[in-house]
């Protein structure tokens, strides 16, 4: 009996720590501008869409070359700006009136470079390694687009429209990515394990089945996790965010940057989700229904307090292992005793253990305690 | 010119508590239920009944029902879809096992309280819970519903597929099969639910619901019960809703699944409420017209340029389409059409004379 148990257990703490890392995403938006982004479902399947699309082996369904040539003058581009960033870091603090021009010509310069790069490298089938990087850069360029042409104009909207604006940016990102890039089922192909493991055979007879992609995969979520913890405690950059979070209008009377703090969230957030797809992705497969898990990010979110980076990881185990666990133990009782037709209970069980949660601690498992004023 | 209150007095309390003050509104609004009830059957098509008419009527019904409780409790909701499901299967039950009450005013009376009975048990979470930790606690109640639906075998009688359907409609008599019968009468439930839901929301309930929106802790100390206050959005507003959603069931799609009140339903209906403007009978109808036509303008709209492309390519240009004009409109008028009408009749007030 405990061996079953430890192994779904197991199961569904490894899904969980994909849940937290798509509630991570969420909780770095929303900390630092209070948009709750809808969005982050949309933009983890482009992320997937974009990385299966870039390295697949051609299939057939054939991706234009103008794509491939897009996505490497996209990296280029990012390349170019980080290495002028450095530059100037590095020699020259402060930009002067003149850099715009040389910027803009830097940017020319990387653009027409992975343009000619992409050309002769031919299309199709790039290594994942690149694949990724150019999806990073695309995420990158997403994030100033949606800070640029949606954000920015809605400054000061109360919170629903902001959260119906991303609604409408996720519904425009789905419809995006599959016209971009096509709606089949595509792979990713990470080279992880797929033999599955045996764990502990000595403890419990026959041992423990895991998942050796899922193991790689919580390691990764892990290790993003940590990356993240350092970039907000020790870094310029995360103190300024960290500020923003705390207070929008102390934090920009002290000269921090909202339009530019935006970006950089938004744009983090982005490679979070370039993250949980590439892993789901690499999991299941990248097709629509990867938009999807979203919703299921939505309970641990709630769950963990939309404005705590460490309640999107502990409400992501919480509710990923109780949902593995009722739908093997509970919802078996459940169609015994109502004489249902299968079960299925995964979908509300997390929101309604997550709203049972909710109404002894309204503020969510680690979110800042509510104090209300008239 | 028009369109003035000038001269307009009132003498009675009566006559000054009116719904439409001005004349120019009353005659406004009568000759356009008039002309939805006589001019419309004159010359609809039965494509424009099912296609948008009958659409556009029923998502209206349930977009004030979510306005109700969105635009003037404050309370946002995503689980509208939930909501309706549960009229339409209410409704589908009492039908189904109970014939001698085959009349559908009464079986959509049933699925609108059941809905409401429901919307209150939903609602209890409200009372600790807010702002989008609400909005994500109500996607429990459509995520269990839509389960609910599909997996209890009794109430979908049975059936191998979890289909179910309806046949034999009538209203006192009133065998109503052909579109136009069911227009009409999905226009009278229209026209005299927006009648109950103007007067709730104009009286002394409808000022409570308002209060809690704008700041629930100072209306609390100045004397509303926010426990009775938005148990009461709640119940009148999945009243509406379920009643909404029966005739979707009954009357638009005849026979459904549970999938036809799903997650996506539930955000086209607060679209239609955001897109209206929050707080507004009117907006709620022009919400739902704007989001019932955009989708089939979009489908006709390469047809008319003569461009051919793929269905799935067509899909996905419509989903990206339609992303970006809610993006558009949010920014150009966050405070939704209903906005816009006030604007215009301002400015039809002091045309043609600007001063």
């Given amino acids: 009996m405990l061996g079953p148990f430890l192994e779904t257990l197991i199961g569904g703490l490894l899904t969980g720590v994909l849940y937290s890392l798509v509630a991570l995403g969420f909780v770095l938006i929303f900390k630092a501008s209070g948009v709750f982004n809808f969005a982050q479902g949309a933009m983890v399947l482009f992320a997937a869409l974009t990385i299966a699309r870039l390295s697949g082996e051609i299939d057939g369904k054939e991706v234009h070359l103008a794509n491939f040539v897009v996505a490497a003058a996209i990296l280029g581009v990012a390349v170019a700006f980080i290495g002028w960033y450095a530059w100037r870091e590095y020699v020259a603090r402060g930009a002067g009136p003149g850099e715009r021009r040389k910027l803009q010509m830097l940017a020319a310069a990387g653009a027409l470079v992975g343009g000619i790069a992409a050309y002769s490298y031919g299309k199709g089938a790039w290594p994942i390694w690149l694949a990724i990087a150019a999806t990073a850069a695309i995420m990158g360029l997403l994030a100033y687009a949606i800070e640029r042409l949606v954000l920015r104009h809605l400054v000061n909207q109360e919170g629903i429209i902001l959260f119906m604006a991303t609604l409408g940016i996720a519904y425009f990102l789905d419809g995006f990515g599959q016209t971009l890039w096509g709606s089949d089922i595509y792979k990713i192909n990470l080279g992880l394990p797929k033999d599955p493991l045996f764990l502990f055979e000595g403890v419990f007879p026959g041992g423990l089945l895991v998942d050796p992609g899922e193991l790689v995969a919580a390691a990764i979520a892990a290790g993003l996790v940590v990356v993240l913890a350092i970039f907000f405690q020790k870094t310029r950059v995360g103190r300024a965010l960290r500020a923003v979070a705390d207070d929008h209008a102390a934090a920009q009377s002290v000269g921090i940057p909202l339009n530019t703090i935006w970006l950089i969230v938004w744009t983090v957030s982005g490679l979070v989700a370039l993250a949980a797809g590439l892993i789901w992705g690499a999991k299941l497969g990248v097709q629509f229904s990867i938009s999807l898990i979203a919703l299921k990010a939505l309970p641990v979110l709630i769950l963990g307090g939309f404005t705590s980076v460490p309640g999107a990881i502990v409400g992501g185990l919480i509710i990923g292992a109780g949902e593995k666990l009722s739908e093997v133990f509970l919802a078996p009782i459940l169609v015994k005793q109502f004489d249902l037709a299968g079960g299925g209970i995964e979908n509300w069980f997390a929101y309604m253990l997550a709203l049972v949660f909710l109404l002894f601690r309204p503020q969510g498992l680690f979110g800042e305690r509510i104090i209300e004023r008239v | ?355």
């Fill in chain 2, 1 to 355: 010119m028009l369109y003035r209150e000038a001269g307009q007095f009132k003498t009675t309390y009566v006559a000054d508590q009116q719904i439409f003050p001005i004349l120019q509104d009353r005659l406004f609004v009568l000759a356009v239920i008039v002309a939805a009830f006589l001019a419309v059957p004159m010359f609809a098509s039965p494509y424009i009944y099912t296609e948008i008419l009958i659409p556009f009527l029923i998502l209206s019904m349930a977009a004030i029902g979510l306005n109700i409780l969105v635009g003037y409790c404050g309370q946002v909701s995503l689980g509208t879809g939930g909501f309706m499901a549960v009229g339409a299967y209410a409704a589908y039950n009492l039908w189904l096992r109970v014939p001698e009450l085959n009349n559908l005013i009464v079986v959509f009376l049933f699925g609108g309280v059941m809905a409401a009975a429901v919307g209150i048990l939903f609602g209890i979470p409200s009372l600790r819970i807010k702002g989008f930790y609400l909005a994500v606690a109500t996607l429990a109640s459509q995520f269990f519903l839509d389960w609910l639906f599909a997996r209890v075998k009794w109430l979908t009688n049975y059936t191998p597929s979890g289909s179910v359907a309806v046949g034999k409609l009538e209203v006192f008599g009133w065998h109503v099969d052909t579109p136009a019968d069911r227009y009409l009468l999905i226009l009278g439930l229209v026209v005299v639910a927006t009648l109950v839901a103007k007067n709730l929301v104009r009286g002394h309930i409808g000022r409570s619901w308002m209060a809690i929106r704008d700041m629930d802790i100072a209306a609390e100390i100045i004397g509303f019960r926010p426990l009775r206050t938005k148990l009461t959005a709640f119940a009148v507003s999945s009243f509406f809703i379920g009643v909404a959603g029966a005739m979707w069931a009954f009357l638009r799609l005849g026979a459904w699944e549970p999938l036809a009140f799903d997650i996506n339903r539930s955000f086209q209906i607060l679209f239609m409420v955001i897109i209206g403007g929050l707080g507004s009978l009117i907006g709620s109808f022009l919400g739902a017209a704007f989001i019932v036509l955009m989708p089939i303008l979009l489908n006709q709209l390469p047809g008319w340029f003569g461009v051919r492309m793929s269905t799935a390519l067509l899909s996905h240009l419509e989903f990206m389409v339609f992303g970006a004009m809610i993006v558009f409109f949010l920014i150009v008028e966050p405070h939704g059409l209903a906005r816009l009408w006030a604007v215009a009749k301002e400015k039809l007030r002091l045309w043609p004379f600007p001063h």
